[in-house]
């Protein structure tokens, strides 16, 4: 363990809402980290219809690192910020309500700020599902096939990369871009790190740092969150026009290309049998996720590796669809 003297202390900070069954454990996680040196848990509560607030106000009573405040409007990035501003400490490290660090995690990211001498540093998310549904989607959220190739998702060669999961900051560097964008409220990290990156700063992944996430456990509720997570994007990419690139375009062109096809084939019987042609396009599409995505699901049970497809065609078209929509 590193000498308590040379670890600086550190301010760990994470925003939260309806997260009155998770909180309690996931606070205590982040308690439990073997960091020599000093550190506190900064924890932003929005206007939640559980009681979380409750939950969050208790834990503070007992445990004075942690630090309880409001965030009125409930949006993520503005509880990141009111999470930093109420930090006393100049090394900012990232939690998540639906993530658990590891218990290495704040002596390992802190050294590597030190050895990188970058503004950001970060891993990958490491999705486990805890049932069915879950175990697909973190299939699909862990394949190039799926949620696509960024290093912070699939894993790479350690080095720069434009953004990474969660991340360590150095105050300063926040400071200097304004920290969070509050016009985002999906999409804020990779624009976050966009900004560092044009500022001239920075952000280095190592896929060393892995961070386990739990994913959405319904259709329904993935379905949504990619939805709009797929919008906002569109919003980044509109602000930031070089962010463009056949990642993010592809699940749009995926969704048109499927719409176009059926549009045709339903017009076949009045102008003509040739525009039956226009089913290569879903039947291509549905057998490319059939394949690749039992291929994907190797190694895991039946049951889950059934669904995976279905993970990966839940992501395409809700994210794909909520881009083209604009959705909020």
Not at 15 to 41: K, M, P
Not at 121 to 143: F, L
Not at 148 to 174: D, I
Not at 232 to 256: D, F, G, K, M, Q
């Amino acid at each position: 363990m590193a000498d308590p003297t040379s670890s600086p202390p550190v301010s760990v900070f994470m925003t939260v809402l309806n997260e009155e069954a998770a909180l309690e454990t996931c606070v205590a996680r982040i308690f439990e980290q073997d960091y020599a040196g000093d550190f506190e848990l900064v924890v932003a509560v929005g206007p939640s219809k559980d009681d979380t607030w409750g939950v969050a106000s208790r834990l503070a009573e007992k445990e004075p690192r942690l630090t309880v405040v409001r965030n009125p409007t409930g949006y993520t990035p503005h509880g990141l910020n009111a999470a930093i501003a109420a930090a006393r400490h100049d090394i900012l490290v990232r939690a998540d309500g639906h993530a658990f660090l590891p218990d290495d995690y704040l002596t390992a990211v802190v050294a590597l700020l030190e050895s990188s001498g970058a503004a950001n540093v970060g891993g990958r998310m490491v999705p486990e599902g805890d049932g069915t549904v879950s175990g697909a989607v973190a299939v699909a959220m862990s394949s190039p096939y799926g949620i696509g190739g960024a290093a912070f998702h699939v894993g790479g060669e350690a080095g720069p990369q434009p953004t990474v999961y969660l991340g360590a900051f150095r105050r300063a560097a926040l400071e200097e871009i304004g920290g969070y964008d509050e016009h985002f409220i999906r999409a804020q990290d990779w624009e976050l790190n966009h900004r560092l990156r044009e500022a001239g700063h920075l952000v280095w992944f190592d896929p060393a740092l892995g961070v386990s996430y739990h994913p959405r456990s319904s259709w329904k509720a993935f379905a949504q969150q990619q939805f709009r997570t797929g919008g906002w994007r569109r919003r980044v990419i509109e602000e930031h026009r070089n962010t463009a690139s056949v990642r993010y375009l592809a699940p749009p062109l995926t969704v048109l290309a499927i719409l176009v096809g059926l549009l045709a084939a339903a017009l076949s019987p009045l102008l003509g049998g040739w525009l039956l042609l226009g089913l290569a396009a879903p039947v291509g599409y549905l057998a490319m996720v059939i394949v690749l995505g039992l291929l994907e699901g190797r190694g895991q049970p039946w049951p889950v590796r059934l669904r995976v497809p279905v993970a990966f065609a839940v992501l395409h078209l809700s994210w794909g669809t909520g881009f083209l929509l604009r959705a909020r």
